[in-house]
């Protein structure tokens, strides 16, 4: 006699005869029924797109700061014409934020700098050194120099709230 050759039978014993078998209970839904839950879970979708073009917006609105810094990490300080590729990125950045700002030359051009990003300090040595290497071949920034000039404008690029023409003298 083997025991997977029989058949189950239901046991006719007078002990079982009262069960009854077990109704399972209704399944919860897992999506609310309520109207309140529903017009809240809305809210917050509505709020989560909301936040999402907000993000957007100021990534895209601030690209330019990403592609500025890019171009002036890859900028060697050994590369001829050092001074004029950091003054064209900044004045580049510049007439970005306002276009009134491509007209700035000289010391307008190093104050509107200072304005924009006032926790930071650039050697007033150095910004006269940089604006005469501009003009002239014969000032040449030293290698210590140009990257004290670079570390300034990586962080301005970072730090620069714009300012309005109309606000420059204040």
């Not at 109704?23 to 509505?46: D, H, N, R, Y």
Request: glycine share 4%.
């Amino acid at each position: 006699m083997s025991l997977g050759s029989q058949e189950h039978t239901v046991p006719t014993s007078y002990i079982l005869r009262d069960l009854k078998d077990v109704v399972p209970t209704e399944s919860v839904a897992w999506i609310p029924q309520t109207i309140g839950w529903k017009v809240l879970l809305s809210l917050f979708i509505v709020y989560g797109f909301y936040r999402l073009i907000l993000q957007i917006r100021y990534w895209w609105i601030n690209r330019y700061r990403q592609e500025a810094t890019e171009y002036l990490l890859a900028i060697k300080a050994e590369t001829t014409g050092y001074e004029y590729e950091l003054f064209y990125i900044a004045k580049q950045v510049l007439a970005h934020i306002e276009p009134g700002y491509r007209r700035l030359h000289g010391g307008e051009f190093i104050s509107v700098l200072k304005q924009t990003a006032p926790n930071l300090d650039l050697d007033d040595d150095i910004a006269s050194q940089w604006l005469a290497s501009l003009n002239t071949s014969k000032a040449i920034l030293n290698k210590q120099q140009r990257e004290e000039l670079k570390r300034f404008l990586i962080l301005w690029l970072r730090d620069h709230h714009p300012i309005t023409i109309g606000q420059e003298s204040c």
